[in-house]
Structure formats: C-alpha cells, structure tokens
C-alpha cells in the first residue's frame, strides 16, 4: 500500500498507469516497463494475481500447442485481430517466457502446455520479482473508482479504506478481469466509471461453466458424480470430444463448456450425445445379436455406469431403439450455472469500441487488455494466452503514447 503521507497527496506523474494485477495487467506493466516507461500498478485486492493462484489449483494451463495458425477460430469473434495480437506474443513467446524466468514448461497429453510442477505459485512469485528488477510498482489494496481527461494525460482515482487518492498518468492500461470468482477480485464491478465515459459494453454471461438439468432422482442415485468418457458431443450444429460429470445440478465438464456459446444462442438449449462415437451403430447391433437383454448389450458395448444409468432413464424398448439412444441420447439443458463459479466470462468492452493498439477510441491514451474485454475462449490455455497477448500489446501501446 502507499504510505499515508502520499496517499493524500497528489501523486508524481506517472508514465503509465496500469489498473488491475492479473495476469494481463502483470503483462501489460512489464511490456511498459521493458520499453523504458516508469509504470505503477494499481490493484484493488491485498496481493496481486489471485485468479492467476486460482487457475494454477487444478494445474496452471498456460497455452496450447497446437498451431498458431488455428488460436483465432478458438475466439471466435474478430480473427483478424486476433491473428495480430497473436503475431505480438504468440504460444511460442509464451513459453519463452516462462523459461525466462526459469520455470520449464511441457507438452500434457492433450496438446495442453502447463508449468513444470503445474502450479501458478511460483511462475508468480519470479514474475512480480521480474516486475520489480525492471521498476515496476505494484500498489495493491487500491480500487479504481474513475478517471478523467487532464492536461497532460488522466487523471485516475482510487480508493482504500477510507481514503481516496487521485494520481496523473500520460497513458492508462485497464486490465480490470471478467466477472467470474468475485472473490479473486474479478467482480466486474469496474463498468460504471467506463459507462459514464460512453463505453459500449456487452453484459456478462458466464462461459466455460456447468448447465442445469433437471435429473430424474433414478439418475441421481445412480449415477451422480460419474464421469461420462470419451464422448462426441453436438449443439448447434457443432460437436466436440470431451467428456462430462454428472453433477447433482446438471451437468460440468469440457465438452459443455467448449459448447457452451452455442448453447447460450439455443431456445431450448440440448445436448446430443454420442457414447461410443468410434463404434458404427452396424458395429453396436453386430456385438449384441447373440444377447436378449440390455445390461448384457451394455456390456458387450462396454458402457460407463454413468452412460447405463442415463440410457436406462429413458424409455426404450428394443435393441434398435437402445443403440439409437446410445449414438444419439439427448440431454436438455435448463440454464447455466452462476457467472461467479465460471471459469471464465463472456462480455465486457466491445472491440468496436478498440482499435487495433486496443485503445479506446473515445479516450485517447486509455488501453484495455484482458478478460474485461468482450472475447471468450475454451480451456486449454486460450484464457491466460488471450490475457498475454493483449496484455503485450496495450502495454507496449500504452509505452509508445503521447
Ligand atoms: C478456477 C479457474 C481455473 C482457471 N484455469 C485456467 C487455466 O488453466 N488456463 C487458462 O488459460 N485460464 C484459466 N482460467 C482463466 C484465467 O485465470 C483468466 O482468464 C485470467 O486470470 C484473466 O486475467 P485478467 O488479467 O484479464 O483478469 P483477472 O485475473 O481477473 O485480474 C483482474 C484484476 O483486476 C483487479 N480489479 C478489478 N477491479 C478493480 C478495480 N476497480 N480497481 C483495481 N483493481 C481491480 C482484480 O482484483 C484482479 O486482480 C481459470 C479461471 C478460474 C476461475
């Protein structure tokens, strides 16, 4: 924290301001800094990078490998742009710059790159050390309440406690987070300040998440908490591989959450599944023709628990329907889960409202970088890897201003 002497005064000016310690406000101090500008770095909670710690708790998945070339149709929206940010620090990039700070990164068996050890703690810690060595100060316990226009820049306020700071910069880097896991400090609660300047937002929804469904309680008592492998998905006229756990609220897993845009564009949203997507429904009929009963077809078919406990929940009468159900069983989706248990969120600035230094066009000096911006990805590394590259781009931008 500042100190209380400063902390009423008007700051120094500064070069650049960056608001928000995640890792794209991390990334967007540190491009800054390298390209020679004195950075300071405001964040609300008590410590820098929380989500970043969060995301490393089931292993810290950095990017991906597959090529380059295919990281844009991952955003969906707006590939051009991405196909630049992604020139600026791409996969690649990524991963050197992880070693540059002495943590190996490795392949998993998904295409997945993840940190040696997997966790985000110590990438972190040589990070914000990095950040330092190269000047950078990091204030934390400040909220951003708004900026205006001054002669020289923006003017930035900020508050703690009690107390409400104002502080000049040339240029400004917002990398403020979505609004997933509030408690991290991602609570989306930065709009208003950007509202009042004229900035068009799409609302947030929540992306890479859980659906409801409305299980009969046979399936509960059979079948919850069980994984559901190895599975082709459809919605929407897409379908993923991937796999699903039935939840005692409906259903969690990669193959909804890479669905999960489609679904959220569906009246009705549904899932068809397939369980033994590798195996021809001519196959499936030819291993059960010596068999009468279905629990021996199941077996034959090498069915998970999970996927006999759904089948067997619909009515089915002969072998013909069953592998019907078996190729194409639908599951109907009620609503997603609440946006503060998603992994990610959808919404945020409008790109219409960036231009390809990812400044805002209405407040010239002012750039944006991260999750607060309106893209998604799925996981596999395409979050942190989006947070990187437009970190890098808004800081280097943010540098070169004025
Ligand atoms: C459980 C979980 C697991 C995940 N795993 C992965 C993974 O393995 N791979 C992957 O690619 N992605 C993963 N993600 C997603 C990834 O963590 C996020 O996409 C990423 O952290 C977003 O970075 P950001 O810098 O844009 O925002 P954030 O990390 O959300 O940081 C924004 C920062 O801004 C601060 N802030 C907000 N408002 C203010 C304000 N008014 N004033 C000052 N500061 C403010 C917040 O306190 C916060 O520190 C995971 C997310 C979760 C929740």
């Not at 100060?137 to 930035?156: A, C, F, H, P, V």
Request: aromatic share 8%; hydrophobic share 45%; charged share 25%.
């Amino acid at each position: 924290m500042l100190s209380q002497e400063l902390s009423f005064a008007r700051l120094q000016p500064e070069r650049v301001i960056v608001v928000g310690g995640g890792p794209a406000g991390l990334r967007a101090a540190e491009v800054a800094a390298e390209a020679g500008a004195r950075v300071r770095l405001f964040e609300a909670q008590r410590a820098a990078g929380r989500k970043f710690l969060i995301a490393g708790r089931g292993g810290l998945n950095l990017t991906h490998s597959e090529p380059v070339e295919n990281f844009p149709q991952r955003y969906r929206a707006e590939p051009e742009l991405w196909r630049a940010l992604l020139g600026a620090f791409g996969p690649d990039d990524l991963r050197a710059w992880a070693e540059a700070l002495e943590v190996e990164t490795f392949k998993g068996t998904s295409g997945r790159i993840f940190p040696r050890g997997q966790k985000a703690a110590v990438l972190l810690r040589a990070w914000l050390r990095r950040l330092r060595e190269r000047g950078v100060e990091i204030e934390t316990g400040w909220r951003w309440l708004g900026l205006t226009k001054s002669d020289d820049g923006w003017q930035l306020r900020f508050s703690s406690d009690e107390v409400e700071i104002e502080v000049e910069a040339k240029s400004v880097v917002l990398a403020l987070g979505g609004s997933s896991w509030p408690e991290t400090g991602s609570d989306g609660k930065w709009t208003s300040p950007l509202a009042a300047h004229g900035v068009e937002m799409a609302p947030f929804v929540a992306a890479n998440c859980g659906w409801e469904v409305a299980w009969p309680a046979s399936v509960l008592e059979r079948a919850e908490g069980l994984p559901l492998k190895n599975l082709a998905v459809s919605a929407g006229g897409e379908t993923v591989s991937g796999e699903l756990l039935i939840t005692h609220y409906g259903l969690e897993g990669g193959a909804v959450y890479r669905l999960g845009p489609l679904l959220r564009a569906m009246s009705a949203p549904a899932l068809q599944i397939d369980f033994k997507p590798q195996v021809s429904a001519e196959t499936l009929r030819a291993r059960a023709k010596q068999f009468r009963q279905p629990n021996e077809w199941y077996r034959a078919w090498k069915l998970s628990a999970g996927a006999i406990a759904l089948l067997e929940s619909a009515a089915f009468s002969d072998l013909e329907a069953t592998i019907r159900l078996v190729k194409n069983f639908a599951v109907h989706l009620s609503v997603p889960r609440p946006i503060a248990e998603a992994i990610s969120s959808a919404g945020g600035v409008r790109w219409s409202e960036l231009d390809d230094r990812l400044m805002l066009r209405r407040l010239p000096g002012v750039f944006l970088a991260g999750e607060m911006i309106d893209w998604e990805a799925p996981t596999g590394g395409y979050l942190l890897q989006g947070c990187f590259s437009t970190g890098t781009v808004a800081g280097k931008a943010a540098a070169a201003f004025g």
